[in-house]
């Protein structure tokens, strides 16, 4: 058995490397063979971070730490503990250390698979007239139809209910309508473990769409000619987002706070059974690129990019007052155990995003750059307390859910993470975006000039751009970090990490009844 004594951990890089290699091949043949000290030596070597300054240190721990993960799965009880706890100080240790830890242990296997539902083919449902559509949900014969987005949204005769008429959009697939409607009801015959309001659809398990030909106009949308719709009935507060401005009928502190928490429990709630909310906020590393990026333009927070619109994403969350929303963008586990880890990290992301955003829109007017040129300071109207609370609250509920127990504490500092987010949710330092002339090449010369108008830009100055010729410039943010550049708020992504992987050791081991 391998003792640790004398096995080169505690030596110079290029001793430690070869030393973790060769535990790791052991480890891999037969973990038995190795024993307590040596599981010891491998968290040493981990809190400590001698190595921080290495180029390849990150290497080093992570196959430390994949020593660790592999002795968690397959090793002798004894070991198998050590090892979680050795993880877990990892998870607690800044730097390269926690996201090595982390990032080994998001390949855990957890067994997790989610249902299997089955969506229905769209079809050509038979039109129904608005009006028919309207006296189905009981509306009130004086309605006064309002919208939002692509949805028409009708007070019915319950004061309390909202008949939603939710469009799809010109050539836009169908079948995220349908999946919606099946995921709501699914959802409807869940024990959630706080409430959760879903919505009632109208149409039928083999017909879920409607087809509204001659709905009312909507403003800033081109509805698909088909008239294909989803309907459903929901809750005034379905439409209730947490961090809606105060002064604007929006929720105190403390009620901001429960919507938060209660969002975190469901989000890990679900994704305990296999359920994944795979979009509570869009998040993007460049919105402009999304067509010519092989990935999107899609946010990863593994990477160290820039995080693009960090604001605006926040604005309408997926989750409010009533509980999650927008089910079109539950999806089933299934066979991809290594989406898990990812999307837990965009659940973890959105909600601390969400958190800051709720300050900054105690006054939304106060954004930007001011005529000078410097970037608006919105300090003040964020409460460290309060944040502090509110991050660690949510890590907490989102672990109970996901485990069914959490500790007293996050792994990382709460306090130290809510005092970044607000150096740099509160300044506006990163404003601008570049439309690169690749991306202004795929457009024709109107779509360039609207893109640019929808973006700020006066219509008189994207009217005489040529396209093509150069670079331009818009002021699209605040964003966090500069364009093409790094993440401004690196320890937003280094905290999710951890987030997302004790939830997962705390899960590995509660589904095999270990302490």
């Known amino acids: 058995m391998l003792d640790g004594e004398g096995i080169g951990l505690d030596g110079d890089f290029t001793a430690a490397y070869l030393a973790v290699q060769r535990l790791a091949g052991l480890a891999e043949r037969d ?109 009130a014969p004086d309605f006064r139809p309002r919208t939002a987005g692509r949805s028409h949204i009708v007070p019915t005769r319950d004061p309390d209910t909202l008949l939603v008429v939710k469009r799809l959009r010109r050539g836009e697939d169908p079948a995220g309508l349908v999946r919606e409607a099946v995921w709501m009801r699914f959802c409807v015959g869940l024990d959630f473990p706080v409430p959760c309001h879903v919505p009632r659809p109208l149409g039928t398990e083999a017909s879920p769409l409607v087809a509204v030909t001659d709905a009312p106009d909507l403003p800033g949308q081109v509805p698909d000619a088909s008239g294909l719709a989803l309907a459903y009935l929901a809750r005034r507060e379905y439409f209730a987002y947490p961090n809606n401005p105060p002064a604007a009928g929006g929720p105190n502190a403390t009620v901001f706070a429960g919507a938060m928490t209660r969002a975190a429990l469901l989000l890990g709630w679900l994704a305990g059974r296999g359920i994944l909310h795979e979009a ?11 067509d010519r990026r092989e990935d999107g333009g899609v946010y990863d927070w593994r990477l160290p990019g820039r995080l693009d619109r960090w604001l ?82 949510m890590v907490a509920a989102y672990r109970t859910g996901f485990v069914g127990r959490a500790p007293a504490e996050p792994p990382f500092c ?37 893109f640019c108008v929808a973006r700020g830009m006066a ?19 605040p964003h966090l970090g500069a364009f093409n550049g790094r993440t401004s708020l690196p320890e937003l992504a280094e905290c999710t990490a951890a987030a997302a992987a004790a939830c997962l050791v705390g899960r590995y081991f509660a589904d095999r009844g270990k302490n």
């Open 280 to 290: 509570a906020i869009p998040l993007f590393h460049n919105r402009v690129q999304q």
């Open 459 to 477: 219509p008189e100055t994207a009217r005489s751009l040529r396209r093509g010729q150069v670079d331009v410039e818009l002021v699209t943010g």
């Open 31 to 139: 973990p038995t063979a190795l024993a307590p000290q040596t599981v010891a030596a491998l968290e040493t070597l981990l809190a400590r971070d001698a190595h921080a300054r290495q180029t390849q240190a990150r290497i080093l721990y992570r196959d430390a730490a994949s020593i660790l993960t592999r002795l968690l799965a397959n090793g002798p009880g004894h070991l198998a503990r050590a090892s979680r706890s050795a993880l877990e100080r990892a998870l607690n240790t800044p730097g390269k250390p926690r996201l090595a830890a982390a990032e080994a242990a998001g390949s855990l296997p957890l067994g997790l698979t989610g249902p299997a539902l089955h969506f229905p083919d769209p079809g050509h449902p038979r039109p129904v007239p608005f009006a028919r559509l309207l006296g189905q949900a009981e509306v």
């Open 414 to 450: 709460a306090r130290s993470l809510a005092r970044r987010m607000i150096e740099e949710m509160g300044v506006d330092r990163h404003m601008t975006e570049l439309v690169r002339v690749a991306d202004q090449e795929a457009m024709t010369d109107a779509a360039f000039a609207d």
């Open 312 to 393: 605006a994403s926040s604005l309408h969350p997926n989750f409010g007052l009533s509980g999650l929303r927008d089910f079109e963008h539950l999806a089933s586990l299934g066979g991809r155990p290594s989406r898990l880890y990812r999307c837990m990290g965009d659940h973890f992301v959105s909600l601390f995003l969400v958190a800051g955003s709720y300050y900054r829109m105690r006054d939304p007017s106060l954004l930007g750059r001011h005529p000078d040129g410097s970037p608006v300071d919105a300090r003040h109207l964020f409460d460290e307390d309060h944040l502090t609370d509110v991050v660690a609250a």
